[in-house]
Every structure is written in C-alpha cells, then in structure tokens.
C-alpha cells in the first residue's frame, strides 16, 4: 500500500515536471492574458492616465535611439538594418516598464469582453482604450516639445527625428492604413509570447519590434511623437495629420490587433473554456 502511494506520488510529481518543462498551452496564454486585461480594466483612472502619459513620453526612445543610428552610421546599404534596431528601444522601455500603451491594450483588455460579452466589459475596454489612447498622445505631444523647442537634441540628431517624421506620415491615409495592421498584429503577437518568454522577453521585444521598424510598418504611438513634432514645427497641420495619419494608422492598429490576432487566439480556444 505505501509502495503503491509512493509511486503515485513520483507519477504526479514527474508529471508535474513535464508540465512546468512544456510550453504553455494556449489556453493558459490566453486566460493569463484575460486576467491581466480585467486587472487593467479595474485600475483608477489616475493611474491609467500617468501610466499612459509615461508610455507616450518613454516611446519617443523609438524615435529618437533610430535618429540617432541614422546620424551616425555609414550611409551604407547595411545600415539600415542597424539603424532600425534604435527603433525597439522606445518600447523596450514601455513593455518592460508596464507602462501602458494603447497597441497592447487591442488585446489584453478584448479577451475578458471576449469571454463575458457583457455590455459593461465592453463599456470598461472603451473607456481604457480612450483613456489610454489620449494619455499616449499627451505624452507624445510633451516630448516633441522637448525635441522642438528646446537645445536637448543635439541638431544633426534633430534632423534626423524631422526626417523621419515626413517619413512616417507623408505615406497617405491609405498606405498608413495597410501598414498599420502587420504592426497591430506583431505587438498584440509579442503579448501573446511574453507568458512563455521567460528570460528571453528582452530578446522577443527587441527582435519583433525592430520588425516593425525594418518593415516599414506605422505605429500609432510612436508615429504620434513624429506627427507632434511635425505639427509643433508647422510642417504639418493638424487636420492633416488627424486625417491622413493619425485617424488610418490607428484603424489599422486596431484591426491588426484585435480583428485579426485576437480572433485568431480566441478561435485557438474558444472551445476550452468554460465560458466559451
């Protein structure tokens, strides 16, 4: 009998083992990612705006780390490849930091709607998405400030950020739009992978954002630094920039992020829930 009990237990503990040496199935991903989603649906509105305005701030790291790596490097074919590595710094800073960015939140916070379809889950996922957004363009708009207006960028640097500004929004309302949605998809992609990442979260972000940047994909908040600067310098006008980038990148931010990864997530599992 206690050598039947003492086998049992070696069974359960090795399969134990097994489980915590496998890959986490997509079940787990997702209902980690649904928790963390509700917790961010639940947090205070302050909290959400400071979090949010400190994302849109730390993003201009993206702007500014590729303007940098343009200034510097050879003007070689290669360079390019180097040069849009300066890109994943900004959200680096933000993924890692917790710090709230509206790309993530076309994810985390549809799961617990996905799974309650409940009115108020819906009204509480706007109402983040909304906060969140505003606070990343708040950001944005502050440290495009610092780079207009003040000596703190170096101006060959500045340069650079200008450069890349015409880039990122002289694409037309159409183009913005198509690019915009790979972007949506890798960043609610890299969410999904983070769970399972452990030590190698660093590498992920750094690998699939540079993907982004490589690409020539268009980010909402990040694209919202250079849109800022161009509006502070009078380059662009505001209507514009609302028009022709801001309003298409962040439909196709959206429908990257939520129509088309969400849905493929919540159709890996819709049918292991319970609620499902």
Known sequence: MNTATHSDTEKKEEENKVREAGAIAPKLIYEIIRREGEEEMSRPKRSLVWSGIAAGVMISLSVLGEAIFRTYLPDAPSSYIIENAGYSLGFLAVILGRMQLFTENTITTVLPVMVSRSWGSLLAMLRLWGIVLAANVVGAF?????????????????????????????????????????????????????????????????????????????????????????????????????????????????????????????????DELPAA
């Open 142 to 270: 502050a440290v495009a400030s610092l780079f207009v207006f003040t000596p703190a960028i170096a101006p060959e640097i500045m340069q650079s950020v200008v450069d890349l500004s015409h880039h990122a929004t002289g694409m037309g309302a159409q183009m913005g739009f198509w690019r915009a949605i790979p972007a949506g998809v890798i960043v609610a992609l890299i969410v999904w992978m983070l769970p399972q990442a452990d030590g190698a979260g660093f590498l992920l972000i750094l690998t699939f954002t540079w993907l982004i940047a490589a690409g020539d994909f268009t980010h909402i908040v990040a694209g919202s630094v250079e849109m800022a600067v161009l509006i502070l310098m009078g380059d662009l006008l505001p209507s514009a920039a609302i028009s022709t980038f801001f309003l298409p990148v962040l439909a196709g931010n959206i429908i990257g992020g939520t129509v088309i990864f969400t849905l493929m997530a919540w159709g890996q599992v819709r």
